[in-house]
């Protein structure tokens, strides 16, 4: 199996606080990988690298064919290309207020990628019916619970046509009984077999729906493996710890 991220020695410091001091981990593509750690260990900055958000100060990421090497110059062009090799999914939908679900949907790809409208159009109903959502096409986000507006935020990622989904915290935000919903939207697309980068705190969903696990903290990968070690056997002692403080 190939690997569809490559992630090679990123390295981000903010002022003088280094958050990651050398992380380094690949993605099998077809495959769904966990990140856990505790708050402030440098996951959202993981997450926001792999995007650009936040372009790293050094190493490297590959996307399928797309590679930015961080330790030279990055023009904005390239980091354009990059950043279009991967959707993101925030804590906070953020989805655009005043547009209705569909045209939340279609922005990206009409405005951004310059696609056919209709095209787009169709697209988004197919991606809303995935999140079970194309009922609540044209009513607006103020409309909608937490959790349908999580999974309209999906359906808005995914019809950018990215590579590599990226989920930080996607269900933090929502009360409890949101939170299934939301989950069961991103386990049906681990079955699609997309291939996906999810930081949680959900270390049942965690176990249910992970190919690999990562455990970070101090900037660093402490612990990698099969959800099966890692969250139930880890053979380090700080994740160790850290599963008992959140368990
Ligand atoms: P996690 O997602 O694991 O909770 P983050 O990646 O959000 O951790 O943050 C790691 C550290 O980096 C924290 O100490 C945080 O305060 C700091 N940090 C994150 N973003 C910024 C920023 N834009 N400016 C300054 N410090 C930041």
Redesign the pocket.
């Known amino acids: 199996m190939t690997d569809l991220l490559e992630v090679k020695s990123l390295k ?1 410091s ?2 003088a ?1 280094e ?2 001091k050398d992380v380094s981990f690949s993605v099998p593509s077809g495959t769904v990988t966990v ?1 856990i ?12 690298a792999l995007n650009a958000l ?1 372009p790293a100060d050094g190493g490297r990421i590959r996307i399928g064919d797309v590679a930015v090497d961080f330790d030279s110059t990055v023009s904005p062009a390239q980091l354009r290309a990059f950043r279009a090799q991967s959707g993101m999914v925030f804590q906070q939908h953020n989805l655009f207020p005043h547009k209705t679900v569909l045209q939340n949907v279609i922005e990206g790809p009409v405005i951004v990628q310059k696609r056919a409208r209709d095209e787009a159009i169709a697209e988004a109903h197919r991606l809303l019916d995935e999140v079970g959502l194309d009922v609540k096409s044209d009513q607006y986000p103020f409309q909608l619970s937490g959790g349908q507006q999580q999974r309209v935020g999906i359906a808005r990622a995914l019809a950018l046509r990215p590579k590599l989904m990226l989920f ?2 996607p269900t933090s935000a929502l009360d409890p009984e949101l939170v299934g919903e939301v989950l069961a939207v991103i386990k049906g697309l681990a079955a699609e077999g997309w291939t996906m980068v999810i ?1 949680t705190h959900e270390i049942r969903f965690a176990e249910q729906v992970a190919d690999e696990v990562l455990f ?1 903290e101090g ?1 660093v990968v402490v612990e990698r493996g099969k959800p099966a070690t890692v969250l139930r056997n880890p053979t380090e002692a700080r994740t160790r710890q850290f599963l008992q403080r959140i368990l």
């Open positions: 981000k903010f002022g606080v958050v990651l990140i750690g505790p708050s402030g260990s440098g996951k959202t900055t993981v997450l926001r936040d930080d915290e930081v970070i900037g």
